[in-house]
């Protein structure tokens, strides 16, 4: 046992079964997280929210030690009292001492093995513990026996609580995506963790899913006491089931409570209002309630602050930071989305009509000027994977666009970018191949969610005159990010919100 990193818990602070304090990660000289504290407490729901770029996963990595941070201390208390400062615990000893459990946000399923097969490799371990590390378990050793009967009843309960009991055969692959997505959740569980930490469950799900998905949290929860670490962009996910939810923006906590105190927290709105699709319109409709939305809309009274859109979100204020490596680098702090607007707007609009030309630095919350981008690997590269869209028309045909915001996805600032980038109709995004799919999600830095939203699938039904239940909605008025028109001309009328950049 590592003396450094376990000792005896301070019972006063049993109810945290996570206590983040002061944690900073630095790559190079961005800084991901500067000087982050929250709590998760045991047998709670806690959402870690925030923009792209914001810092969360990068949060997760260091509390499942993929990453060491740079500084800070992550403290995971366990039920039996023992205590674990997981930045010092290494990595692959965090599931099994310290109980942690981690799915991501890709799939991570061994898709050609059967969803028994799945989660009896992830009890991997302890089947290995009953062998006593040798062959004992092929000769029928009674205790691997037992073990592994164990194991194989473990697994059905949770293929069970996943609602995927009937598929226990078939590969893992097979699976509908949100099928997958309780697998790997399922999988987890199996390794009996304290703490489940979940990194976008609800990406890609429809709502059917998303309902299901909802429903095994609140299973695990009630049932398990397990604690839940969650992060996520579906805000009805997110809203319904978490206890806690903690906002992060640019690295740094924005805002901290109960879903009902941060989904009307200014801040929270106007770091969201920096997401310039349909994540907005999530926030402010359904979730954010109805005064807030007007607030929005019309600026805010002239008694409780400034008038103008921008000096209410307020002007980027950046703090100045030392490098370990002596060098100087600035981070921009909660309320700087109005200046990173402004900025986007002139950008766009002296934008030449070719990806091919966009610069490297995207105009995302991920890019931002304040920030230097970022060099991840693991991550959406700064420049687009191709020279760009290879179907970009001048300008419409017939000197009318398509209402792109037709397509789930597509809200009306995605789709003046499009435009601007000289995509106009549905049979242009039809005919997107995967490069070209590639190109405009490094554009609209959007990792893999043009293909996750089917986009093309859309546009091919929608340039036949054929309908989706989406489109349906929007020719409806009932989208609100969304023009009515089935038409529209080549430069979208401003939406209500878009109207306010
Ligand atoms: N390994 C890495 N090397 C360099 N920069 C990184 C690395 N991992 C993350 N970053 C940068 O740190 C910042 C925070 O990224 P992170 O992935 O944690 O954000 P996020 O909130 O999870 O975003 P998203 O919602 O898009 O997943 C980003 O600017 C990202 O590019």
């Not at 499942?64 to 992550?74: A, D, L, R, V």
């Not at 980038?421 to 609209?444: P, R, T």
Request: glycine share 8%; aromatic share 4%.
């Amino acid at each position: 046992m590592n003396a450094s990193s376990i000792q005896k818990a301070n019972p006063g602070m049993n109810d945290a079964i996570l206590q983040v304090e002061h944690l900073s990660m630095k790559f190079g000289g961005l800084v991901a997280i500067g000087d982050l504290s929250f709590q998760a407490r045991r047998g709670e729901i806690t959402a870690l929210i925030g923009p792209n770029g914001a810092g969360k996963t990068t949060v997760f990595n260091c509390i499942t030690g993929f990453y060491k941070p740079s500084e800070g201390m992550i403290t995971l208390n366990r039920q039996d009292g023992s205590t674990y400062l997981l930045e010092r615990l290494p990595n692959h000893e965090i599931p099994a001492r310290a109980k942690v459990a981690r799915t991501f946000q890709n799939i991570r399923l061994f898709s050609g093995m059967t969803l028994l097969e799945n989660l009896l490799v992830a009890q991997h371990n302890k089947l290995m513990k009953a062998s006593g590390y040798t062959v004992l378990g092929l000769f029928g050793f009674s205790g691997y026996r037992k073990a592994s009967a164990e194991s194989i009843e473990l697994a059905k309960h949770w293929l069970e609580k996943a609602d995927i009991v009937d598929r226990a055969d078939d590969p893992a692959g097979d699976l509908p995506y949100g099928a997958q997505r309780r697998l790997e959740i399922a999988r987890a569980m199996c390794t009996g963790p304290e703490l489940l930490c979940l990194d976008e469950p609800a990406a890609g799900l429809n709502p059917k899913e998303s309902m299901a998905l909802n429903a095994l949290l609140m299973d695990i929860k009630n049932t398990t006491g397990t604690s839940i670490l969650l992060i996520e962009h579906d805000m009805s996910v997110v809203m319904q089931i978490s206890d806690h939810v903690v906002v992060l923006e640019y690295g740094r906590k924005i805002s901290d409570g109960n879903p009902q105190s941060v989904r009307t927290d200014p801040r929270v709105i106007a770091a969201y209002l920096g997401v310039d699709d349909e994540e907005v319109e999530t926030v402010l409709t359904e979730v954010g309630d109805e005064d807030v939305i007007e607030q929005l809309d019309t600026g805010p009274d002239s008694a409780h602050g400034p008038g103008t859109s921008s000096s209410y979100l307020a002007g980027p204020v950046t703090e100045t930071v030392g490098h370990s490596e002596g060098e100087r680098v600035t981070v921009s702090k909660g309320a700087s989305k109005a200046g990173q607007f402004d900025a986007r707007a002139k950008a766009a609009a002296s934008q030449p009509a070719s990806l091919a030309t966009v610069p490297a630095a995207k105009p995302t919350a991920k890019s931002s000027a304040a920030r230097p981008p970022a060099k991840s690997p693991a991550k959406a590269p700064a420049t687009p994977k191709t020279s760009g869209i290879s179907n970009r028309l001048a300008a419409p045909r017939g000197g009318t666009a398509d209402n792109l915001t037709r397509i789930k996805g597509i809200g009306t600032v995605n789709e003046q970018k499009l435009n601007q980038h000289g995509i106009f109709h549905f049979d242009q995004i039809a005919a997107w191949k995967k490069s070209d799919v590639e190109a405009a999600e490094a554009y609209l830095a959007f990792d893999g969610r043009i293909a996750r939203e089917e986009w093309v699938k859309q546009a091919k039904l929608l340039s036949r005159g054929k309908e989706t239940e989406f489109s349906r909605r929007v020719d409806a008025g009932k989208v609100e990010t969304s023009h009515a028109s089935g038409k529209t001309a080549a430069k979208p009328a401003a939406s209500k919100r878009g109207g306010r950049k």
